[in-house]
């Protein structure tokens, strides 16, 4: 007969400062966020299922096989053409399409920024069921209040980032040097 030990009696070694999951996927939502090239607002998206695992992650750029150098990054261009804005795709977008799995459903997607009444139609679409969001620019806006407005309508769980942290620091160097 084997002994068995009580979960009290075993000493544990276990870390107790690891990231807990919000904090994990807001963060991998920023790191996306650091691909953006617009000059003005960077937004990162990452979506994960109910198994906590990360299906999709995209931030606002140019579509593939554009080349944004010779896009406009300006939302004041001299013609309608030259506004950024009917060029970019937004993170939520780029997540969503870039998806390494079948569906998105049932899944939460953690963003830097409130999505826009367009993503927010894409997002309902594609069946997810929950937003995390880090900033809202323009709460009383008509976008976002339209958005908003889509969102409840259909029961998404909109939520507002609460960090348990103040910062995640990534130095490649310490790693580094923790290796040799």
């Known amino acids: 007969m084997v ?6 009696q075993l000493e544990s ?4 400062d690891y990231l807990d999951w919000d904090d994990y996927f807001m963060a991998m939502a920023h790191l996306a966020s650091l ?40 939302k004041n261009g001299d013609t309608p053409l030259d506004n950024k804005h009917l060029y970019v ?5 780029n997540a969503i399409a870039n998806r390494n799995s079948a569906d998105v459903k049932n899944c939460s ?23 995390i969001y880090c900033n ?10 339209a958005s908003k407005r889509m969102l409840d309508m259909v029961n ?3 939520r507002e980032f609460c960090p348990k942290r103040d910062k995640i620091i990534i130095d490649f160097t310490e790693k580094k040097s923790t290796l040799v």
């Open 3 to 8: 002994n068995e030990i009580e979960p009290n």
């Open 13 to 16: 070694n276990k870390r107790t």
């Open 35 to 74: 691909r953006s090239k617009d000059p003005v607002t960077q937004v990162g998206t990452c979506i994960v299922n109910t198994e906590k695992k990360i299906v999709g992650i995209g931030y606002n750029g140019m579509p593939t096989g554009c080349n944004d150098d010779l896009m406009p990054w300006t």
């Open 89 to 93: 795709c937004h993170a939520e977008m």
């Open 109 to 131: 997607l953690y963003t830097t920024l409130f999505p826009c009444n367009e993503c927010a139609k894409l997002i309902i679409q594609s069946g997810i069921r929950e937003v």
């Open 136 to 145: 809202i620019k323009s709460p009383d806006s008509t976008m976002n209040r």
């Open 156 to 158: 998404i769980i909109q």
